[in-house]
RNA sequence: GCGGAUAUGGUGGAAUUGGCAGACACGUUAGAUUUAGGAUCUAAUGCGCAAGCGUGCAGGUUCAAGUCCUGUUAUCCGCACCA
């Protein structure tokens, strides 16, 4: 009898529904658990397996929670607005919002197919009303608490998808949607304060349970470095010049200055400066470059001396040159630093290049060859002279400056405030409203949500202006402060603003008296587990911990960190090996796969494939492997026998295959899990039979993983209604999965001689005198010295003989 | 350049505290079944005719190393003139 599981899968997804199985129940009085994935970008190319394979870690902890008697959240939602939308609907002059609903309907459909056992009642879209009321709603929150602000500034700009960009979407100085080159321009946006929460992100992460290689990504991103302040009076001008060094025990050291193209200094005293022209030039040239060229040309070092600008290092009051160059950064510290080219590779470098003195004050490298970094005694450094450890120099040169007045010790990042605005209509709409006499007012919350209205024409304006502009009807409004004639912010969120708390409203999706109930997200909060993608680990993970901390700081959350423990999977690759794209035509339809073989073959060949965590190449043939298991679990049938205990001939496998599978689903291992599956079900077919206990067991264990089949088998073969329901997880005895004999391999000098079956709980002694026993050791052995014997309990023999 | 990871058969990948390398699959080969193909079942399958040799490469520690130590190479990912 075959397995037909078009019929069965369409049947137990229609089940599953119908009962409810799969919603979480507010408030219940079991244990909770709360399993995230990251909810889809529902593009028009609709998924392909990566997705499935993402969703499925978390599907079969979920299904085996469920069974093990927990309250589980296992939500998935729609994180729709954006660019590729939008992009879609200038291009077709389809409504963006009829594009997402058919794409949702698209990747819903898709995603019911794969039989996932999200809470369907739960379901959030970023785009509805009714949910961006609260993104709009957190925003006026910053808004407040003046973490929201508008500043004129050098942005990111993209030119082809006319946007700005943060630093994170223009990675490489590539845009992160076209891959197109980013270019500098000078525009008025808005950002939110996520440097403010630079410390507080940094330390959540001592607190929860990430892949070490995730925490050591954000603290990289986050960029955290201590140092100092120094004031440097300048000749002849009545201002210091500014600068952060993480080495001010080098500061005898300083033989130039160097600030960056943009340093505003240069403006104010443009008549002091002799070379004002050549200054001007070199600014231009500077100017051009987009971001990515500028970092890229790391090798070659360029710049101007600035004529007439002379520093005055206040520890020795030396006279040193100040030079204008692009290795400093307008961004970073103060856009201006002290020059060390003797302990420093990028000073060094520019030293080299424009014939400026070198001055060694930490012994240990050669300067004439290379800058030294490294740790050495102080030399050429007055009151530093002797000193052989760094941080007591730095230690008492902070209390230097301090106490004369010329600086302090301090902490730079390299996170930057978030950019908080596009030039586009598919995002919320800021709900802000510019009044002449009363300034950025907020809309009242009364008013919110601030809906996006119609327009006819998607496309942004020439100047990077917002769609939004060319709407009379919404950008002008009443100042709601005034009551004067206002108008509206045009711009709208970026596509990471959805994102940031979608795990909270999935608590209480559906309230419309606040974001969701404290009393719900007592409750369900933190996520227990949340799986993603590696691309997420900074800009996802970082904003939305953001967002959670400054709602706990607002008392609107429970708890300090949003996410208890974080994974990732491993990217499906092509069949070539390569990454999955449209572009190559190496991209896997999940519906294919279901169609020709089903969905707990594709369910399980995704986790079965390799290590969960690492890319692993698609293989149609290995696919054709995991169908002929789940078809080989199906004939089982044809061997069952009656019986309600395990029979002697499985019962240490079926307890070992417990322990195996439970062990193993919790530590990511999905793969070794199916082996064991698999290595029970060959176990069982070399037994000639299996009993109805051990079926159920079998059942069980491959549930989560293989659904839809062994509700079938559950239900034919009269075990009860539904399996998802009704059963238990089951329970090993660690007694049981020990046999009574085990074969030990007996070794001369750590070569394997002989193997040999003994009881497993035989003495070292008598494991040795029947090693020795065997006429192939008693031969090795015969006339030689034995030096040394070891028995390995349960392993080997070892004998050591000259 | 910095940080992180990885390297095991023809392929994907397994291997507690160091203790039988190659679990489980795929593929391949042979056989059975089948009108044929496919599907299914059975057996074999790291390399080598052998003694032996085998976990990127070179050393080291140990009775014993894929695993620990030192050095080195390659690949991937992240960051990248961050002072």
């Avoid at 799969?22 to 997705?51: I, R």
């Avoid at 499925?56 to 299904?63: A, K, P, Y």
């Avoid at 986790?607 to 696919?623: H, I, N, Q, R, T």
Wanted: net charge negative.
């Amino acid at each position: 009898m075959e397995y037909n599981f078009r019929e069965a899968e369409k049947k137990w997804q229609e089940k599953w529904e119908e009962a409810g199985v799969f919603h979480a129940q507010d408030n219940a009085d079991k244990p909770k658990f709360y399993g995230l994935v990251e909810f889809p970008y529902p593009s028009g190319a609709g998924m392909h397996v990566g997705h499935i394979k993402a969703y499925s870690g978390l599907e079969v902890v979920s299904r085996k929670r469920r069974l093990q008697g927990y309250n589980v959240l296992f939500p998935i939602g729609f994180d729709a607005y954006g660019l590729p939308t939008e992009n879609y609907a200038i291009k077709t002059g389809i409504h963006p919002r009829k594009v997402t609903d058919d794409n949702i309907a698209k990747f819903t459909d898709q995603l019911k197919r794969v039989g996932f056992s999200f809470d369907w009642t739960r379901v959030i879209d970023t785009t509805d009303t009714d949910y961006y009321k609260w993104t709009q709603w957190i925003f006026l929150k910053m808004f407040e608490n003046g973490l929201a602000f508008r500043d004129k500034t050098l942005v990111n700009y993209c030119p082809s998808c006319k946007v700005v960009l943060s630093n994170e979407d223009s990675q490489g100085g590539k845009c992160d949607i076209c891959h197109s080159d980013v270019v500098q321009k000078s525009k008025d946006v808005w950002y939110l304060r996520i440097t403010e929460y630079a410390d507080k992100l940094l330390e959540g992460l001592e607190k929860v349970d990430y892949l070490p290689n995730v925490k050591q990504q954000q603290i990289n991103w986050i960029g955290k470095s201590r140092g100092a302040f120094v004031q440097f009076t300048l000749k002849n001008i009545p201002e210091t010049l500014r600068i952060y060094t993480t080495r001010p025990d080098t500061l005898f050291g300083v033989t130039f200055m160097v600030i960056a193209p943009e340093h505003p200094l240069i403006d104010r005293y443009q008549d002091q400066i002799g070379n004002m022209d050549a200054i001007t030039a070199y600014r231009a040239e500077c100017a051009k470059k987009t971001e990515f060229e500028r970092t890229q040309l790391v090798k070659d070092k360029t710049g101007v001396k600035i004529e007439g600008l002379t520093a005055i290092n206040p520890v020795n009051g030396k006279e040193v040159p100040v030079y204008i160059s692009d290795y400093v950064m307008m961004g970073y510290g103060t856009g201006a630093i002290m020059a060390v080219p003797a302990h420093d590779d990028r000073d060094y470098a520019f030293a080299k290049k424009f014939g400026i003195d070198i001055i060694e004050v930490i012994e240990g490298g050669n300067i004439q060859e290379a800058a030294y970094a490294g740790d050495g005694k102080m030399v050429n450094s007055g009151f530093l002279n002797g000193i052989t450890d760094k941080q007591t120099a730095i230690a008492k040169m902070i209390d230097y400056l301090v106490e004369n007045g010329i600086g302090e010790g301090g902490v730079q990042y390299k996170m930057k405030d978030w950019a908080f605005n596009r030039q586009r209509y598919w995002g919320e709409p800021i709900p802000i409203v510019h009044c002449p006499h009363c300034g950025m007012v907020a809309v009242p919350y009364d008013e919110l949500p601030l809906k996006l209205p119609e327009v006819e024409n998607f496309e942004p304006g020439s100047d990077g202006e917002s769609p939004l502009a060319k709407i009379d009807s919404f950008v002008h409004c009443k100042c709601p402060k005034c009551g004067g004639d206002a108008k509206r912010e045009t711009d709208t969120m970026p596509q990471w603003a959805g994102s940031s708390w979608y795990f909270l409203r999935y608590v209480d999706p559906h309230n419309p008296e606040s974001f969701a109930d404290y009393e719900k997200l007592k409750y369900w909060m933190p996520v227990d587990w949340y799986n993603g993608g590696m691309e997420h680990v900074t800009r996802h993970l970082i904003y939305s911990r953001f967002w959670y901390k400054f709602l706990y700081d607002l008392g609107v959350v429970p708890y300090e960190e949003p996410y208890a423990k974080r994974t990732a999977q491993g990217l499906i690759l092509g069949p070539d090996g390569v990454k999955m794209s449209k572009s190559r035509g190496n991209v896997i339809d999940p519906n294919e796969v279901v169609d020709v073989y089903g969905a707990d073959v594709l369910r399980t060949y995704v986790l079965f494939m390799g290590d969960y965590e690492k890319a692993a190449p698609w293989s149609e043939s290995s696919v054709k492997g995991c169908k002929r298991f789940i078809d080989r679990v199906w004939n089982l049938q044809t061997i069952l026998t009656e019986g309600d205990s395990y029979c002697a001939k499985l019962e240490s496998l079926l307890h070992k295959t417990v322990k195996k599978v439970s062990e193993d689903i919790e530590a990511l291992k999905y793969n070794t899990a199916i082996a064991a599956l698999m290595t029970l079900l060959n176990g069982v077919y070399d037994a000639g039979e299996i009993n109805r206990a051990e079926l159920r067991t079998l059942l069980i264990l491959l549930n989560p993983f293989a659904p839809h089949v062994t509700e079938e088998m559950w239900e034919t073969l009269g075990y009860g209604e539904m399996l998802a329901r009704d059963a238990t997880w089951p329970t090993y005895d660690p007694s049981k999965c020990v046999d009574s004999t085990v074969e030990i391999v007996v070794q001369i000098c750590g070569k394997i001689r002989a193997k040999l079956t003994v009881p497993t709980d035989i003495s070292a002694e008598e494991a040795i005198r029947l090693a020795k026993a065997e006429p192939r050791i008693a031969a090795e052995i015969e006339g030689k010295t034995v030096i040394k014997e070891l028995y390995v309990k349960g392993k080997l023999v070892n004998i050591v003989a000259k």
